[in-house]
């Protein structure tokens, strides 16, 4: 009866909902010889607020190209095209949950865009996922580098091109928008932009990997990345996992010895990428050649462009401001060139910017940033009749005060052609830090030393230390980590200010300029400009005593005077050392003290430096790795000192 019933009711509600339902044909096999799976499944999406189309877009050269494009349903006027080309999968952007909603499906930093009026489109790049024809990594532009006549470039020419003249709802205007390899190809649009290209924002962008993004910083090997290698390049569809037998990633790259022996290990000479790093590490025309900055400091600056760039960005630190800084000579009437500084992590500006780790701010700086900046500068420039965005030069948050400030240029302090010069503070005797040169100490001692084993690196973090990719990972924080955990080892030292009593403001990048010896014939400096918290932290209790670290990097020695010509260091013999640390926005306030922490191993975030020369550190045998005594000089003409972009007022 109660089935009766049950069915009875199904019945009316199919009936009621307008829902035909249709029996089997009489004749249906009851096993279909080709199983339970149709030849094609279409999805039942009348109920969707978008239409999913996929096409394969050809290129100039045959190649075609998988591209998702979606639809909002209910346009009541043409719309503008948002791009995104990507190496990391165009069905995985476009699918983030299984809804019927667009602003559910597309990533989290489209919440804003999802909901005005945007046609969103993500394509797999050439030799990626669906797309056909060969991959490469950070393809470089046509010419000594790729002797093809296709490179990013093209490609999306030719896509846009396509696509403002087969998508009926197209208005006519596209912008493209991507972070981190995404941002690198968006930079590459503006190589040879198509005439519908009417606005860019690369987010985090790959612009010089060797210099200070991906792969290496000032020459030193970024070696927890050859998980992204193997992962990225093994396979078409990046379905293979970087296996491990180590729960810490410090153990397993220490007991691989080199780079070189942990890649043979995992197979990965078998890829051509990570030969073609090995065979150049240092600065050559392969990396000189590749720079987006050089490159597009020679381009006409021909699309409005919203640069993104995040002070902890774990990743590509080094490219936002340098693309933006090189194109800002092209912007002559300062309204075209834009630079967005956010305290965000990698990819932070697309998701919670309410904090980063224990560090917290003035509100969730990611959707504040969406929703006041984002949009309006895209509405401005691909919606017909849309207000003005009233986009700033320069949008910088001020850590430590925790607010916007909307600025008309950058850096605010430098060390020429700024109105604000730059200040010294230098490393004073007992491990302390002023701006006044310093003497001798009492015993006459002019430079302070420590032993550096590479046996026994220094770990960039506390460990156990995660693969970057791993569930509990919290690669994602790492460089706001409470740098106490490393600041009693006796192969790290520190030195401290006062306690200051009014506040100090830098706005722009610190420069170290370490006068060092050593008694081996290489080695790496690692420099951190650290804050440091007062004991105590009412609002805050775990922030007592916090040292967060505002700009830190690191520069491998043989590459001291020349980054394509790397040099034996001469032992113990005083050289000069400068190294330009990431940009900074920040208020050291009353009651904290600035401290600076310099040492030679930085583990595994970066290869370790055998400290003594070889031809090639990724190759480097295990004899080569031997402990070096190190020396910072810090009196009268060696007075090692960091050059700090100081500002007065507010």
Known sequence: MRIAALRRGVATFILAAGITAHAPAADEPLFPPAGDIPERFEIADEGFDFERREAMI?????VKLHTVILVPRGLRSKAPILLTRTPYGADRASSRNASSRLEAVVPTGDDIVALSGYIRVFQDIRGKHGSEGDYVVNRPLRGPLN????????????????????????????????????????????VDPHPALKAAVPI???????????????????????LFIYVQTSTRRSELPFWSDHHDDYERFLAAGSAGELARRTGMEQLPFWRRLVAHPAYDAFWSGQALDRILAARPLAVPTLHVHGYWDQEDIYGAPAVWAAMEAEDRDNDRNHLVLGPWRHGGSN????????????????LWFRREILQPFLDQHLKEGAPGADTPPVLAYQTGSDRWQRLD?????????????SRRLYLQPGFGLGWMPPAADAAGATADSWVSDPAKPVPYRRRPIRPL??????????????????????????????????PVTISGQPVAHLFAETTGSDADWVVKLIDLYPPEVPAQP???????????????????????APAPIPPDTVQRYRLELPMANHVFRPGHRIAVQVQSTWFPLYDRNPQTFVENIFLAPPEAYRPATHRIHRAGDAATYLEMPVVSGD
């Open 58 to 62: 050809p290129m100039r050269d045959g």
């Open 147 to 190: 002797p093809t006549k296709v490179d990013h470039a093209t490609d999306t020419w030719d896509t846009i091109d396509w696509l403002v003249k087969q998508v009926p709802e197209s208005n006519g205007r596209v912008g493209i928008l991507g972070t981190s390899y995404p941002g690198f190809l968006t930079l590459m649009a503006l």
């Open 204 to 226: 985090n962008p790959m612009v010089d990997c060797w210099i200070g993004d991906d792969w290496f910083h000032n020459g030193a090997f970024r070696q927890v990345m050859q």
């Open 351 to 366: 998701g919670d910017g309410g904090a980063l780790g224990p560090i917290h701010f003035a509100g969730d700086t990611g």
């Open 409 to 421: 240029r950058w850096p605010l302090a430098c060390d020429g052609g700024c109105p604000q010069p």
């Open 469 to 502: 990719w791993a569930a509990d990972s919290t690669w994602r924080e790492w460089l706001v980590d409470d740098q106490r955990f490393v600041a009693d080892r006796p192969d790290v030292l520190t030195w401290v200010s006062e306690v200051l009593r009014e």
């Open 542 to 564: 775990e922030l007592g005593g916090y040292q967060l670290a505002v700009s830190m990097d690191i520069l491998r020695g043989r590459y001291r005077d020349d980054p394509a």
